[in-house]
Structures are given as C-alpha cells and as structure tokens.
C-alpha cells in the first residue's frame, strides 16, 4: 500500500512538472505588477509571477499548519495531564472505599 502512495505522489509531481514546464513556454512575456499606485520595479515573465505566488501561499500554508499543529500539541498536552489528574482523584476514592 505504501507504493502505492509514493507512485501516487510521484504521478502527481511529474504532471505539476509537465504543467510548469508548459507554463513556463507559453507565458514568457515580461509584465510589470500595478497594485493601486505602486508598481513593481522589474518586468518578468508572467510564469515567475505565478510561480511566486504559488511558492509565497506554500510557505503560508507550511507556517500556519506549524502554528495549528503547535497549538493542538499544547492542547493536547493540558488534556493529558488533566486526564492523569482525575484518574489520579478516582484511584484516591476507590482506594478510600468511596464507590460512585
């Protein structure tokens, strides 16, 4: 099953390959970004534009599953432990011979 997975991501980088490569040939004409009243310095190919803000949103989305990930550890951390806290209350009351 695990070939299978790892087959299934290689098809996948092969044809976001194939569509960059494509991408790359038919969008070569340089173009400057205006966003209100500013306007970037450099002329580039409209394929490194979108290769840019597809590489920026990657790195937004590695960032902010790291952020979730770390909050869902501490979470999960305060859980545990009050877990073993009230485990730690029932076993004292059953050992007291109070039954519920």
């Known amino acids: 099953m695990k070939w299978l997975k ?6 996948a980088m092969l044809v976001a390959f194939g569509l960059a490569l494509l991408g790359s040939t038919s969008n070569n004409e340089a173009v400057t970004l205006n966003f209100a009243v ?12 979108l290769l840019a803000a597809f590489l920026i949103g990657v790195a937004l989305g590695i960032v902010n599953t790291f952020w979730l990930n770390a909050k869902h550890r ?4 305060k859980l545990k432990r009050s877990l073993s806290q009230t485990t730690a209350e029932v076993e004292r009351l059953r050992s007291l011979g109070v039954q519920g």
Not at 6 to 11: N, Y
Not at 74 to 77: H, S, T
């Open 6 to 11: 790892t087959l299934g991501i290689l098809v």
């Open 38 to 49: 500013w306007e970037t310095p450099r002329a580039l190919p409209v394929y490194w534009w």
């Open 74 to 77: 501490m979470e999960l951390r």
